[in-house]
Each structure stands twice: as C-alpha cells, then as structure tokens.
C-alpha cells in the first residue's frame, strides 16, 4: 500500500540554523499539506500546497518557513533560521484532491529539537 | 474561528469493556468529521469520516462514530476493546469550501489492559 515517507526521523539543530524537512508524498496525489504538533499540544495546520504554490497557510507559518516541491516526488519544509519553540513533530500530509471531504495521508513525522 | 475539544485526554479500560470518546466541534455551517488514530510509533491513520448520509458511520477495527448535528458532537465508539486498540485517538474536522485544512483536537491517549 502506497505512504506517505519523511526524512529524518529526528533532527536536532541548534537555534538560528537552518532545517530542512523531506517528504515523498503518495506518488498521484496532488495536493500536499505540513502540520505540527507541539509536544502536548495540538496537531496544528501549518499550510496547504497544489500546483506549485502555497494553496493556505496559517499565522505559524511566517517568513522563516517556507516549502517547495524540488522535483516530481519531493515535498521540503524549511525553517531558516529555528527558535527553541520550533522544536515539535512536523508531519507531512498528502491528499488526492484539495475537497474538504478528501482524505489526507499522513507519514511518521520527524521531531525536529532545537537546541 | 473552528475548534475542536477531545475532553477525554487520558482513557484506561480492561479489554472486552466498551468505549466512547467525546468530540466537540465549533462550527455553525457544514462540516466533515474525521478520526484519526496514531499506534505507538506509526503515523496517523484514517479510522472513519463523515461527510453526509447516515449520520452513523462505521469505519476500520470496528469503530462506528455518531454526528449529532444539534449537539455539535462526533463521538467515537466501539463495543468491545482489545489490547491492540491502545493508540491515542484524534478527532479532526474541515469545514466546507475552499479550505481543506484539518482543524484538530488535543487527542485521547487510550491504554487497553490485558
């Protein structure tokens, strides 16, 4: 059965580095999706991509992050310069179509610590 | 703004005993409900959605949700649970339109024992 995968599984990093987070998404699907969760907290909404461009995306995800797509299987999530609260777990979703009503596959997660 | 609460955040049960975890949403226009569920150390799982119909809906392993529009409940049940059941359990929710984002509740973290 077709999964979501995402490397690394754990990053450690220190503050003000850079991180880049890898995701294959499910090879037909078309739109993609970042979310994280806080360690006790939430799984939270970090943005929405289709089509090569940022579909949504909400108020966490300011101008030290951003996503690309570099070639036809990989989607990145890049913190540029990482806080002590971006420490979470970053997982990658994929979705065959952008509906509401679509389900979202998700992979592992990578739990990114900041030092 | 669209919130979910799991009031449930620590659950423990014997096998064969029965379960229901609750689910609250806020939002007054049209909905799709999901749960998700994570086992130790694997991803999140699709266990059931709800998007119309049958406002009972039956999803994998045996567990069946309930949408009661006029309670803005989604509650998660099954009959009799296992030991292979424990998970921590997430109740998500989109709204209609354009948007697909998951709105998320804090999750309930289910302990079966043997």
């Known amino acids: 059965e077709p999964e979501v995968t995402q490397t690394p599984s754990h990053q450690v990093t220190q503050m003000g580095q850079e991180v880049i987070l890898r995701c294959v998404p499910i090879s037909n699907h078309l739109y993609f999706y970042w979310y994280r969760q806080i360690l006790g907290q939430k799984v939270e909404f970090l943005v929405s991509f289709y089509n090569n461009e940022i579909s949504e995306k909400s108020e966490i995800f300011d101008d030290q992050f951003s996503v690309e797509r570099p070639d036809g299987s990989n989607f990145t999530l890049k913190i540029r310069s990482t806080k002590l609260e971006d420490s979470a777990m970053y997982f990658c979703a994929s979705s065959e179509a952008g509906l509401a009503n679509n389900e979202q596959f998700f992979g592992p997660g990578t739990r990114l610590t900041v030092l | 703004a669209q919130s979910v609460s799991q009031h449930n955040h620590h659950v423990i049960l014997s096998e064969a005993a029965s379960l229901e975890l609750g689910c609250n949403y806020s939002?007054?226009?049209?909905?799709?409900l999901f749960w998700y569920v994570q086992y130790p150390g694997q991803h999140l799982q699709l266990l059931l959605k709800y998007f119309s119909g049958d406002p009972l809906v039956k999803g994998i392993k045996g567990f069946e949700a309930e949408f009661i529009k006029s309670k803005f409940s989604f509650n998660l049940r099954k009959p009799s649970v296992q030991w292979s059941d424990t998970a921590e359990y997430f109740c998500?929710?989109?709204?209609?339109?354009?948007?697909?984002?998951?709105?998320f509740g804090t999750g309930t973290l289910l302990a079966v024992q043997p």
């Open positions: 998500a929710v989109t709204s209609g339109g354009a948007t697909n984002k998951l709105i």
């Open positions: 939002y007054g226009g049209t909905v799709n």
